[in-house]
């Protein structure tokens, strides 16, 4: 009886509402946490575009979801086996009663995930080709427009612009870019495609070249120019581009890809540009050379006009040739030229007695258009009943019903989808108006003012901790204070001073230890408890007495007689303090 009333006197819950109760503890107990563990069971994202996997260690196993809208926004993306820390927070599903941490932010766990991420990625892009050398194109000796991929507000661009105004002036269009964090690869994958995308004759004119420049960095500072997708824009960008990331140093991936890598962004300005004064004195020198090719090829045809000259006979040698050698080859080409014209005759009437008569040639192709015209009448007649006779069967096919049926289950197809549709609009209702039920049901002010309850008290707890630890931390340094300063008087000089003593130094400020350090007439100064006097040495301590003995007291500067020098008592135990 007692168990039975015992358990009757315990609250029901359903199913529901004890899932979604263990869900808002979840959520309330422990809020935003960080967990490092390793990737296990990622296949990529849902067709929903949500991902899901699980983050586990040598002892435990948690599973763990990414939203599509945060998808897009992580800096790096999850692979099998990485090591990473992810922090979100964690929440239940209560469709199967698991808990798990719903991730708002993923980063890899040091530097060596790092690494091993880069070397994978590395190998990958390498397999398929793009690191090869015989993909690299040589660099344009000078550019008309040269293009640069980097941050506009960096003192690398401000470097790169005095490298161009120092060695040769030229148009330079700057893509502004962000160069590291969150969205940095995507920038810079798009400010490369979109140079290559550019008109050479448009409003702003296609690069000759692009040069992609940072200053330098960790790993994690450049890990923008080792994504995948930059390092394929690189790759298929017809426009030759220098790679200047980082500092000699530094390496990233879109250094192998590039078809040149500058160890500074200054080195790749001077790389992608000739020197001005460099031109010049090449130019000078092509000048000289031309001038000297063009003296020497004069003097050549000068000399060969020369020769020429001499090579030529005079005048009256040609007049005393004799006349009759000039008739006999008249005579001989008048001849040849009459036998010439006498075979052409003679050809010429043989071809047209070979050649047929006009009337046979045109008997043929006539008679054949006869034949087709006599054909053509019984063709024409053929075709026509052909048609006829396949309209007719077509027409045989062709009734009401047939149209009548097609239209009738058009019909019923068309009032299935709208009964189909219906419904789903229906279910789609019902579970949207249930999700916001629930949602309206966890949105509560209780809660949140539970909280704000237990902060306000934390935060007074707190408070009152504070003002006791600094309020004993105050007395502790006073204490220690006035220890240090009974410290201090008890070991300093002034209470000696105080207890009869006196200090004796010389006019610099430095202590005289003993009588064998005076001389006759050296002044002094003797500083006691109650202020200092100065004084003169009148005599030094003779070879039978005592350096400690009484000193002779001698007049002080200002005229004044000096207190007589006092014998100092023995102490037992207290020797010369200095």
């Given amino acids: 009886m007692a168990a039975s009333s015992s358990a009757g006197n315990v609250a029901e819950f359903t199913v529901s509402e004890l899932s979604n109760a263990v869900k808002r503890a979840l959520e309330d107990g422990f809020g935003h946490v960080r967990l490092r563990g390793e990737i296990s069971g990622y296949r990529g994202p849902h067709a929903s575009g949500h991902c899901y996997f699980s983050l586990k260690d040598d002892k435990a196993k948690i599973d763990a979801v990414v939203w599509r809208g945060v998808w897009s926004k992580l800096k790096i993306r999850p692979e099998e086996g990485m090591e990473v820390i992810a922090t979100g927070k964690i929440s239940s599903f209560p469709g199967s009663s698991k808990y798990q941490i719903v991730i708002e932010s993923l980063e890899p766990a040091g530097l060596g995930a790092l690494m091993a991420q880069l070397e994978e990625r590395k190998r990958k892009l390498a397999a398929e080709g793009l690191f090869a050398d015989a993909r690299k194109r040589p660099l344009p000796h000078l550019p008309r427009v040269v293009g640069i991929v980097t941050s506009p507000t960096g003192a ?6 005095a490298g161009f105004r120092e060695r040769f002036p030229t148009r330079v269009i700057v893509w502004p870019v962000r160069v590291q964090g969150e969205g940095s690869a995507a920038e810079i994958t798009a400010a490369i495609r979109g140079f290559n995308a550019l008109d050479p004759l448009g409003q702003i004119p296609r690069p000759d070249v692009l040069i992609v420049a940072r200053g330098g960095g960790s790993l994690e500072d450049l890990w923008g120019f080792n994504d995948e997708a930059v390092v394929r824009a690189v790759a298929d960008s017809t426009i030759p581009v220098i790679s200047a990331v980082g500092h000699e140093t530094d390496w990233t991936l879109i250094d192998l890809v590039a078809d040149a890598r500058a160890p500074t962004p ?13 031109l010049l004195q090449e130019t000078g020198k092509l000048a000289l050379r031309l001038t000297a090719a063009i003296r020497r090829a004069l003097d050549a045809l000068r000399r060969d006009l020369k020769s020429a000259e001499r090579g030529l006979p005079r005048a009256e040698d040609l007049a005393a ?11 001989r ?9 006498q075979r052409s005759h003679t050809r010429f009437a043989q071809v047209a007695g070979r050649l047929p008569n006009p009337r046979l040639l045109v008997a043929q192709p006539r008679q054949r258009i006869d034949t087709a015209s006599a054909r053509l009448g019984r063709a024409l007649a053929s075709n026509t009943q052909a048609h006829h006779t396949r309209h007719i069967r077509v027409t045989s096919r062709l009734h009401t019903g047939l149209l009548a049926n097609r239209l009738a289950r058009a019909a019923d197809r068309l009032d299935s989808f709208e009964r189909r549709a219906r419904e789903c609009l229906r279910k789609t209702a019902a579970v949207r108006r249930a999700q916001l039920q629930h949602a ?4 509560q002010p209780a809660p949140i003012r539970h909280r704000v309850d237990r902060c306000g008290e934390r935060l007074d707890a707190q408070t009152t901790r504070a003002r006791r630890a600094m309020a004993a931390a105050l007395d502790r340094g006073r204490r220690q204070l006035d220890g240090h300063g009974k410290l201090l008087a008890s070991l300093g000089y002034q209470s000696v001073l105080a207890r009869g003593f006196a200090l004796v130094r010389d006019t610099t400020g430095a202590m005289i230890r003993s009588t064998a350090a005076t001389q006759a007439g050296q002044a002094i100064q003797i500083e006691f408890a109650d202020g200092r006097i100065s004084a003169d040495v009148t005599g030094t301590a003779g070879p039978g007495r005592s350096p400690s003995g009484p000193a002779p007291s001698a007049p002080s500067s200002s005229g004044e007689k000096a207190p007589p020098a006092a014998r100092p008592r023995a102490t037992k135990g207290q020797g010369s303090l200095f």
């Fill in 321 to 331: 040739l004799p006349r009759q050698r000039l008739d006999s080859i008249s005579h």
């Fill in 266 to 278: 200054t080195k790749a300005a001077e790389w992608a540009v000739p020197k001005y004064s460099d």
């Fill in 333 to 341: 080409l008048d001849g040849a030229l009459g036998a010439r014209i």
């Fill in 440 to 443: 309206a049901g966890r949105l």
């Fill in 156 to 161: 690398v661009i401000r470097d790169m612009l």
